[in-house]
């Protein structure tokens, strides 16, 4: 469905505590092979472990990994030593300055970073899916402050995308909420977005 709506990236959504799109990693893998070689596959894991990660991605296969959480032990450069063909994105929940700094201090050692709206201090973890918009300022502060490619996430839709990228500038964009319909995905609202992304760069 999102490759024929003319998306670049798929999203696998792993094991999450919170979030509308999570897949379990037989069907992940089963999409991760079937789609065109073309197309990169992120595998958004909610793992904090270097294991927990090298672990689920060799259950799914993916050309890349979102990591949607902080690590609590090991390092990034450890992930990326054992799986140097696989790209790693690091997400970022833009909340405050701090994040800045967060986004700052790991860009050495990410292939690029994705800048979301979750909240990994609730009772019940949000690291993504939330739909909601976060301080655009506080992620262009970040695009303007790091070498590498910055995707942006959170509560983007038809209406708001053509402000976002105005405003932040960035390199690619990723949504969840808003192109689902009863919380599947919905192609008409896919292709719209894309449509509406796909005409901004025209004009
Ligand atoms: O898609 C999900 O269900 C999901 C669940 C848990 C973590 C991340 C998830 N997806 C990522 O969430 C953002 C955008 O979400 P939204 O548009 O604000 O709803 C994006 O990075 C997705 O890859």
Redesign the pocket.
């Known amino acids: 469905m999102a490759v024929d709506a003319g998306a670049d990236i798929l999203?696998l959504?792993g094991h999450?505590?919170?979030?509308?799109?999570?897949i379990s990693d037989g069907l992940a893998a089963e999409i991760a092979a079937w789609v065109p070689e073309s197309m990169e596959t992120?595998l958004?894991t909610?793992e904090t472990t270097v294991a927990g990660i090298l672990a689920h991605h060799r259950r799914v296969n993916s050309t890349a990994l979102?990591l949607?959480d902080e690590l609590i032990d090991g390092h990034l450069s450890d992930i990326k030593a054992a799986l140097p063909e696989v790209k790693l994105v690091q997400?970022i929940h833009v909340i405050n300055q701090y994040s800045v700094q967060q986004a700052q201090q790991v860009a050495q050692y990410v292939d690029a970073l994705?800048l979301?709206?979750?909240n990994p201090n609730a009772v019940i973890k949000?690291?993504?899916?939330?739909?909601?918009?976060h301080n655009w300022q506080l992620s262009k502060d970040i695009v303007d402050s790091v070498d590498l490619p910055v995707?942006l996430?959170?509560?983007?839709?038809h209406s708001n995308v053509s402000k976002a990228v105005a405003q932040v500038k960035p390199h690619g964009l990723?949504?969840?909420?808003?192109?689902?319909t009863h919380h599947a995905l919905d192609v008409e609202k896919l292709s719209e977005f894309i449509n509406q992304v796909k005409s901004m760069t025209v004009n």
């Open positions: 999203g959504v999450m505590p919170s979030g509308p799109g999570i992120f958004l909610s979102q949607v997400v994705l979301d709206s979750g949000e690291l993504g899916g939330t739909g909601r918009v995707y996430a959170g509560g983007l839709n990723d949504l969840c909420s808003s192109v689902r």
